[in-house]
């Protein structure tokens, strides 16, 4: 006991004698910022601990004794600053993705080719490095899909070595629906939504991550991280788990499955920051070009095959423009930019008065239309 | 866009080291319905110019048809997402808003005013720093105001901002913001904050948010916004002893093995010495394996990949600690409890437990006591209903790793999962050990099981008979045992009459009281498999949850389900007992068959109908079963 309160007294000491506080000289002995004062209280610690933490502070009492090597001499650097903002989505990512993996049977990434399916696409290769993501990619090809995204697909899953499964809707493709034909709504539901659900059930996948964000859309900003879908792989927005601290509940019974997020708390900014310093690659179609459009209901749409019709009086036109959110060409509007680089892309979003989705068709087809696609199955 | 204090001049390159630099601080907004939460983030939103002209047109329609500003804008429309509680014009859920100004990034927990959505805004307090806390002028603080102050503070929330909000509707008055200023520090004293800012301010109007308004000259603190972007918050994570729980073992090839997962305290270099929990095994942190490469140091919040000096058996819900300072061991500990789920914790049932990266089953034993989150008074109780608080005592199949919450909001939090459902019920707080298990060894008796059993030539079981009362389970039970002992095996056999007049005397028909029985008479079954016996276990259990319960106090193969099938129309013509006739006159209240359910096992080792089969035949099966699957050894 009478080695503890020396100890105790010679602690103090040199907390005096150094200028620094008795938590921080405790963190320097222990560990444990509160180590000292718990033991001043009448705690106990084991006598290995006290004999170490001893041996400590002795190199220290000598460290002080010793003439102060110059004023200036600079302090122990190390990285002191905080955790930026950046890598702080980046670990939270990162850690759903590990959860994911150790929970999940048969889980699965939905890969869009956009940039928020590229930057998950590098999430996933960071987070199990240097093993593999173990799971597969899955893009359901609606068929409408750019055909540089589709070359840009192959070309990454090429480099990058992982499994690719492309999954079309057939019955879609038998029966002719396309967006011109049958429009935004009912294309989207039977080549995208029907062709997911028809995908996970063949492959039995049991999660299924996503790059939604919350900050695209508002019934977004209310789904979980990970969220939980039926057997018919409806979203019940008000039924959804309580999701507290980082412990996510995975379990599901046999049919039903999970969508996870895992760029929930990122923004459009974030994600362009995030491609910026991680010189991660992504469609050109997101840089600006000569490229042939036609001015439609107020949406510039690019002539990408010989599908697209032409309208009495119209023609394509030859102009600078670029992409801001990918999808199936008729249904995404390209605007008129001169940005061909990724700091002009950045400013060009930080200037910009629209929102992200308003390229997109289909979200305008009726208020609250996102919210009612998801409960029907869409990601 | 206020991301755009930038102009088209401005150096981009510039701007986005700037932005990257920025500080991040998680809140959430919570208030009774009507107090303005939605108005006040709409606003956040609308004055740091987060709105797009898209999104602003898009307003200004709502704003006529569904608003309720007139022919103003109503800033609620903006965040009040989901098409149901556009109808409703109330925020049902947890909804995440992200805006940045020069100094900050912001992600924000919208959380709702209703009593009933409480378990939402424990989730978005889980992950916040810091809470506002709105209060409407005219109402001063409420019911409301003083649950959301308690749930704060029991997430571990260390930091209030109250604003008292609709300043314009009591005329901007001093002597009323003083008086709810007073009030709330009072009622909050004992929750513990580290700090407390009360500030007036109108969302509607814009008092207050960005700027100091000059129609509150009187009040010498800061604005909404400015406090927000400078209240420092920084958590002492890094300062605690290191804590890493283990997610994923990467084993690319035999050459690598690496322990995955997300360092919850503290900050960790390569040499340093870990302890693995439970096992207990020390061993020095090798490399810090990251895709960009090797960290000299990981901290606190790093997702990294630890490779050790050692080859130890390490695996997902293993806890690295500090050498010097590990977590502590536990399989009983005391725990705050908030209960979010419609079915009542009923003490007794097992649930399943998560920790950071654990699942495994678990018991709450005791409810020690709720607590009144109005007047956080202690009140006794049973169960815990949805949105109840409790203070209970918790028993765990294995030990876990823990800290308290109050010193580790990761290592100390838990979630509690319904096994039949898989959703989640509850969230708790670890708040210290019930003993020191660590200390704690089963005495390691000379006689163990295997010695009794042996000398009693059999493999001790429990045979559970389940059924619909009148299906049979206890005429073949005793034809059983009747066998057993003619071939010269060790019985007994526990029965509702036999347990209900004595070891369960003081237990009723409620489900709470149901799952206790069943409790008590699993433990008791326990005891005498351990004593080597065959027992036999005649009840109607009804629930799949204690039949599971049951099957887990023991060892695999020592469980076996009997599930006496009998239709219940069978039953029921049958009713030995007159007790069916009983039920439906309504005089018997909760009768299995009759008005409370029953769930049939999935997978029993035997099913057996006494509408098809003799009640003789049945006993003959199920000693047949023993003998083929070597209970009845010599």
């Known amino acids: 006991m009478s080695q503890l309160s020396d100890f105790l007294a010679r602690a103090e000491r040199y907390a005096e004698a150094s200028g620094l506080s008795l938590s921080t000289v405790s963190r320097k002995l222990l560990n444990d910022g509160k180590g000292l004062a718990r033991l001043k209280e009448g705690g106990q610690c084991t006598l290995k601990t006290l004999e170490e933490a001893s041996a400590r502070l002795a190199a220290l009492e000598i460290e002080i004794a010793a003439p102060q090597p110059s004023a200036a001499a600079p302090a122990p650097m190390l990285d002191a600053k905080a955790l930026t903002h950046l890598d702080r989505l980046e670990a939270e990512a990162i850690h759903i993705m590990r959860e994911v993996a150790a929970e999940a049977e048969n889980p699965v990434m939905l890969y869009s080719i956009g940039k928020d399916s590229s930057v998950m696409l590098r999430l996933a290769m960071k987070a199990f490095y240097p093993a593999k993501p173990p799971f597969p990619l899955l893009h359901v090809d609606t068929t409408w899909k750019f055909r540089e995204m589709i070359e840009f697909r192959d070309r990454m899953a090429k480099e990058l070595g992982f499994d690719l499964i492309v999954h079309i809707n057939e019955d879609g493709v038998r029966q002719g629906v396309g967006p011109f034909t049958h429009g935004s709504q009912i294309h989207t539901d039977i080549m995208k939504t029907q062709a997911l659900k028809q995908a996970l059930d063949k492959y039995k996948f049991d999660a299924a991550f996503g790059g939604a964000r919350r900050d695209e859309e508002k019934s977004r900003a209310k789904e979980r991280i990970f969220s939980f879908r039926s057997r018919e792989h409806r979203w019940d927005p008000k039924n959804q788990r309580p999701e507290l601290w980082s412990i996510y509940n995975a379990r599901i019974h046999k049919g039903e499955s999970i969508r996870v997020f895992p760029l929930s708390n990122w923004t459009e900014l974030d994600i362009w920051q995030y491609i910026y310093r991680e010189n991660i690659p992504i469609p050109s179609l997101y840089f600006a070009k000569k490229r042939p459009v036609v001015e439609r209901d107020g949406a510039l749409i690019m002539v990408d095959d010989e599908r697209m019709k032409l309208g009495p009086g119209e023609s394509p036109k030859l102009e600078m423009v670029r992409f801001r959110t990918l999808g199936c060409y008729p249904l995404t509007g390209g605007v008129r930019s001169n940005a061909t680089t990724l700091p002009e892309i950045i400013k060009e979003m930080l200037l910009t008065t629209t929102s992200e989705r308003q390229g997109r068709v289909i979200d305008h087809d009726q208020t609250a239309s996102m919210e009612k696609k998801k409960a029907e199955g869409y990601f | ?634």
């Open chain 2, 1 to 634: 866009m206020s991301h755009a204090a930038l102009t088209v001049d401005d150096d981009i390159l510039a701007y986005l080291d700037a932005h990257e630099r920025k500080s991040m601080l998680r809140f959430i907004t919570c208030g009774s319905v009507d107090d303005g939460k939605s108005t006040l983030i709409g606003r956040l939103l609308y004055d740091t110019k987060l709105i797009y002209e898209d999104q602003l047109k898009a307003l200004e329609a709502d704003s006529k048809r569904v608003g309720t500003q007139g022919d103003r804008i109503d800033f609620a429309l903006l965040v009040d997402g989901l098409a149901a509680e556009r109808e409703q014009g109330i925020t049902i859920d947890v909804a995440y808003r992200f805006f940045s100004t020069e100094r900050r990034k912001f992600i924000v927990a919208d959380t709702p005013g209703h009593e009933q959505y409480t378990r939402n805004m424990a989730t978005g307090a889980s992950t916040a720093d810091l809470a506002v806390i709105l209060v409407d002028a005219r109402n001063g603080v409420m019911t409301q105001t003083r649950r959301h102050s308690f749930i704060c503070s029991l997430l571990g929330i260390r930091h209030i901002v109250v604003a008292v909000n609709k300043m314009d509707l009591v005329g901007y008055s001093k002597e009323t913001f003083a008086a709810i200023e007073t009030e709330y520090k009072k009622f909050a004293a004992p929750l513990g904050f580290q700090s407390i800012v009360c500030i007036p301010i109108s969302a509607l109007e814009g008092d207050n948010i960005t700027a100091k308004s000059a129609r509150t000259r009187w009040h010498k603190g800061p604005a909404l916004l400015p406090y927000l972007e400078s209240v420092e918050v920084a958590s002492d994570l890094e300062d605690k002893p290191f804590r890493m729980p283990v997610q994923w073992v990467a084993r690319p090839d035999h050459a690598f093995r690496g322990y995955a997962g997300t360092i919850a305290s503290g900050e960790i270099y390569p040499g340093d010495e870990i302890v693995v929990l439970p096992s207990g095994k020390r061993t020095s942190v090798k490399r810090i394996v990251t895709a960009d490469g090797d960290l000299p140091r990981g901290r606190a919040r790093q997702a990294v990949t630890l490779t050790l000096a050692d080859e130890i058996d390490i695996s997902r819900g293993d806890v690295l600690c500090a050498g010097n300072s590990p977590a502590e061991q536990t399989d009983q500990f005391a725990a705050h409890i908030l209960w979010m789920h419609d079915d009542q914790l009923i003490p007794g049932r097992q649930y399943l437990l998560k920790t950071a990266n654990r699942t495994l089953p678990a018991t709450v034993t005791e409810l020690k006591h709720k607590i009144n989150v109005n007047t956080l008074e202690h009140l006794s109780g049973k169960t815990l209903a949805i949105n109840e608080v409790g203070v209970c005592n918790v028993s765990t199949s294995h030990p876990i790793a823990f800290d308290s919450y109050a010193a580790n909001r990761t290592t100390g939090a838990f979630i509690l999962i319904d096994r039949r459902t898989n959703a989640t019920v509850g969230a708790g707080m670890i708040d210290f050990s019930l003993r020191r298990a660590q200390n704690v060894h089963w005495q390691d008796l000379d006689i163990d099981k295997r010695a009794r059993a042996a000398a009693k030539h059999q493999r001790p079981c429990i045979l559970w008979f389940t059924g619909l009362s009148g299906s049979g389970k206890s005429t073949i039970a005793n034809l059983v045992e009747k066998r057993l002992h003619d071939l010269g095996r060790h019985t007994y056999t526990l029965d509702g009459d036999n347990v209900r007049h004595g070891l369960n005397k003081d237990l009723g028909f409620t489900d709470a009281d149901r799952v206790e029985n069943i409790r008590r008479v699993a433990e008791t079954a326990k005891l005498m498999v351990d004593a080597g016996l065959i027992v036999l276990v005649s009840f109607i259990s009804p629930f799949q949850s204690e039949r599971r319960m049951a099957r887990e106090l023991v060892e695999d193969g020592e469980f076996l389900e009997v599930y006496v099938s009998t239709p219940l129309a069978v039953c029921e013509q049958r009713d030995v007992k007159g007790l069916y006739a009983k039920a439906r006159r309504g005089e018997i209240k909760n009768f299995t068959g009759i008005d409370s359910g029953y769930e049939a096992p999935t997978h029993p080792e035997l099913t057996l109908d006494t509408s098809k089969v003799s009640a003789e035949d049945a006993a003959a099966r199920i000693v047949d079963y023993l003998d083929s699957n070597g209970y009845l050894v010599g």
